[in-house]
């Protein structure tokens, strides 16, 4: 038995598991010594979700870093030598069409971030799985890369581990569980256990199921919960006896029934002789607070495996056995099967990344052994540079705010997650219905009024059309189409385009109270913000004069967009989107501590500042009636990107001129008490109340104006965006190297594009408005594109613009590609259609005022 160190560059808490396990050893590849792995338990785990797992990979979700971890996942078992690379299928019944839409919006999704995912017939689907009924299904989606890693995961953390403490750059110390943090003036400063205490600047907290529990003894929590998965095993299966593998056909997704199937190969091999048989919860899923976990001792299985209980499974099995006859046939092992826990989110995304209350201490947590070894190199690289080479923003664990970590908001949240594990089909635009209406602007009782259709962004109940206008319907029905197919129209209101061009006739006003809203001050505020921002916001900029900028990571990808308004010498205010605010409020304050600027104070003024949008041709004319100085609301004496504090009917407003829906117009900003008072002065003028809709997607599309962690993304540059400044200041700002170095080429390797669809009816007649991703693709070769960088293309946005009558997308196409006029194809449900590009950069479809944009 090793010493028990008394310090360590790294502790790892959580060792044993595939995700410790793969921390420990990137770190190693990445040049980090002297690490110490602790795990509660055996180390590799002999309690944790590692233990027990399925330890297959699918490759396809809807979202790129999914989609590149279990790739980076599944090839790194396989040359290890620890992954059969045996295919999975995905059936859809015959009774279920929505399951096969989802197959053909998978195909596209994996081809869109590098899959090979294909459609095949439910004769080939047969040939390749033998135990399914043929008649029972109307086609599969076939994925070849699709595997399991063998023997298992466990023994892949315990090859990991070993060749770390081989290296001589880790200790591991089974048996020995974090009893406590050692936290001082925000930053991590050790680990105590039973054995001793080990100080160490870096922390990472590697301990799946109990993950929250680590956390909280750094007084924050993470959005994440365990919940019951019945594992049933039924046997015995002889079929590939002798032959010494560990599974012999492939994976089988039933996800209608929210099911999946293996054989466990060979019965001399570990797990072998059996079928087994997964079920993920869709009525009402089980789940249990960590705290409430128990410990070695007292479990009877294994604290991470619970009793099953038939109740749970014996409607899915039934479906299963329709299938799958083989599983009546057999009839399954008591004694083997078990509720299994793994970990639910409160956003279908993980935990990963730097605390925020504790500078030093990272987590790594609520992650599948499919993407295990990916999320260990982003983790390790993370801590390494600073950055990753794929935008994080969706697992970041600061993209929470406060009141996303409470426990009634996790519970709640992650209760609806687990319906979405497996069934159903999860739609693009889908809202979550628990823990809603925790944030209300103080229109919100004239809006629900009106009959607004809310969705949720930030904990902000956001209303993206108002049935009170449907009667814009008869007078826009030529310019307005229904959407005939129901996925297009699914959480969509048509009444929505009505309000876009009703804004565009005359005006109208929108509800932004969601703007994630901070006052940065003191000595030290224009010196953070000056080195944050490619734009010159200090200096001679004018007192009352906004400033739309981006902040950029060390390698100049965009990490934010956002607009600063200097309010006086040392005062700014940041107004950022609702989804990346918090994340980015981190990221300043840690900016000022790393930079050691001890003068400078963020607020967070969220909750303090309502903003009512006004915009449209008549615009100006409209708040004259109601200003109590006209004049000062002038084209002369209100110039763009201006801020100034006036009047209407006593009303004090804080009047921004910007626009990011192409029209002459204000953002009003109120405090909250004077809301109400606002939207009824607004209101009264006979101004159309419009959703965010139009704001945040239609109107925007035709401005061509990008949308942060949609069209912006840190794998891109300025350049590329088609957003880079005329100037580089001469000013220090974090990325700048890399800006200007990026500035030097001749001609970047792609370019952010605007496109139009130039048709769109599907095979059945249907004309087709897409939401989401959809692969773009030569037309000549029918593949899809990739720049020299190896990025792929697809769309990044996506919307119907009214006003120009046409779909409209976003993405980024290779130079070779990128000029105006080109035609390229996109798939969506698995039919293609074709697109051109209008313009290469910034260039907007529909610009009446040419008014510039705003984040």
């Known amino acids: 038995m090793a010493e028990f160190p008394k310090s360590a560059d790294v502790v790892i808490v959580g060792l044993g598991g595939i995700v410790g396990a793969s921390v420990a050893h990137h770190l190693v590849e990445r040049g980090w010594r002297n690490i110490v792995g602790l795990d509660k338990s055996g180390i590799p785990t002999d309690i944790g979700s590692t233990a027990h797992a399925s330890d297959f990979c699918y490759m396809t979700s809807h979202d790129q870093l999914s989609c590149w971890a279990t790739l980076y996942s599944a090839d790194f078992f396989e040359k290890m030598g620890h992954y059969e690379r045996i295919g999975g299928l995905e059936v859809a019944r015959v009774d279920d069409d929505g399951r096969m839409e989802e197959l053909k919006r998978k195909v596209a999704s994996g081809k869109a971030f590098g899959t090979n995912v294909s459609l095949i017939s439910a004769a080939e689907a047969k040939a390749k799985f033998p135990l399914l009924e043929e008649d029972m299904i109307q086609g599969a989606l076939w994925d070849p890369d699709a595997g399991l890693v063998v023997p298992r995961s466990q023994t892949v953390a315990g090859e990991l581990i070993d060749q770390a403490r081989d290296s001589g750059a880790l200790t591991a110390f089974a048996n020995t569980p974090a009893t406590r943090l050692d936290i001082q003036d925000g930053r991590i400063c050790g680990v105590e256990t039973h054995r001793g205490y080990i100080a160490a600047k870096h922390v990472v907290v590697c301990a799946g199921l109990w993950g929250r529990l680590i956390a909280n003894m750094a007084e924050e929590d993470l959005p994440v919960m365990p919940v019951d998965h019945p594992l049933m095993f039924f046997g015995p299966y002889d079929e590939f006896a002798g032959t010494g593998k560990d599974i012999g056909y492939p994976l089988l997704r039933d996800q209608g029934n929210s099911a999946y199937m293996r054989d466990t190969g060979d019965p001399k091999t570990s797990e072998g002789g059996q079928i087994e048989w997964g079920y993920y919860e869709e009525k009402d899923p089980r789940l249990v607070h960590p705290r409430d976990l128990q410990e070695k001792e007292q479990a009877r299985l294994s604290p991470s495996q619970r009793d ?22 057999l009839g399954y092992d008591e004694k083997r099967s078990f509720n299994g826990l793994l970990q639910v989110t409160s956003d279908n995304g993980p935990s990963i990344g730097e605390s925020v209350k504790a500078r030093g201490l990272w987590y790594a947590v609520s992650v599948w052994v499919k993407d295990g070894p990916g999320v260990g190199k982003l983790v390790a690289d993370w801590m390494t540079d600073g950055r990753t080479h794929i935008d994080h923003h969706s697992i970041d664990v600061a993209r929470f705010y406060e009141f996303q970590k409470t426990e009634h908001y996790i519970a709640e949240r992650c209760y609806e997650s687990a319906f979405k594990i497996y069934n159903p089909a999860v739609h693009n635009r889908e809202p979550y219905t628990h823990a809603r209406s925790l944030r209300r602007s103080p ?22 059309g108002y049935a009170s206008n449907e009667k814009l319907l008869d007078k826009y029905a030529d310019r307005v189409p229904e959407r005939q197919n129901e996925w297009d129209n699914r959480h969509f209101w048509r009444v929505s385009n009505a309000e876009h061009l009703a804004l565009s006739d005359d005006v109208g006003m929108i509800n932004l109270s969601h703007f994630a809203v901070y006052d940065v001050l003191g000595n030290d505020a224009e010196a953070l913000l000056e080195y944050l921002s490619v734009a010159k916001v200090g200096g001679d900029t004018p007192i009352g004069k906004g400033v739309y900028t981006h902040f950029l990571d060390s390698a100049g990808g965009v990490r934010s967009d956002l607009t600063i308004i200097r309010l006086g010498p040392c005062h700014y205010r940041m107004i950022d989107g609702a989804d990346a605010g918090n994340r980015d409020h981190v990221w300043m304050q840690r900016m000022a501590e790393d930079r050691g600027l ?9 909750d303090h500042w309502a903003c009512l949008g006004v915009w449209g041709p008549n615009a100006r004319t409209t708040l004259q009636k109601v200003a109590d100085q006209p004049d000062a609301w002038s084209n002369e004496n209100f110039p763009f990107a201006h801020w100034k504090t006036l009047t209407l009917k006593g009303i004090p407003v804080s009047a921004f001129r910007i626009s990011y829906v192409g029209e002459q117009g204000w953002e009003l900003h109120v405090p909250f008490s004077y809301g109400l008072a606002l939207w009824d002065l607004i209101h009264d003028l006979g101004v159309t109340p419009v959703g965010v809709e139009t704001y945040a997607n239609s109107r925007r599309l035709e401005k061509s104006l990008r949308l942060q962690n949609a069209d912006l993304l840190t794998e891109y540059n300025l350049y590329e965006v088609g957003l880079a400044r005329p100037k580089v200041k001469a000013a220090d700002f974090h990325g700048k190297a890399a800006y200007l170095a990026q500035r030097e080429r001749s001609e970047q390797p792609a370019y952010l594009c605007t496109m139009t669809m130039l048709e769109n009816t599907d095979a059945q007649g249907v004309a087709r408005y897409p939401v989401g991703t959809c692969p773009i693709m030569d037309p000549a070769s029918g593949e899809v594109l990739v720049d020299e960088l190896g990025r792929r293309s697809y769309t990044t946005s996506f919307a119907y613009g009214p006003s120009v009558g046409k779909n409209i997308c976003l993405g980024y196409i290779p130079v070779s590609h990128a000029r105006e006029g080109q035609e390229l194809l996109i798939e969506y449900f698995h039919e293609q259609y074709r697109v051109r590009i209008e313009g290469v950069g910034y260039k907007p479809l529909y610009d009446p005022e040419n008014e510039k944009p705003r984040s």
């Open 598 to 606: 001890d003068s400078v104070w963020i607020q967070d003024l969220t």
């Open 308 to 329: 099953l209980e038939m109740e749970q499974i014996i409607e899915p099995l039934e479906r299963a056995m329709e299938l799958t006859p083989i599983l009546g046939e």
């Open 443 to 464: 229109f919100w009782p004239r809006e629900e009024a009106l009959g607004a259709h809310f969705m949720e962004l930030g904990g902000w109940e956001r209303a993206h």
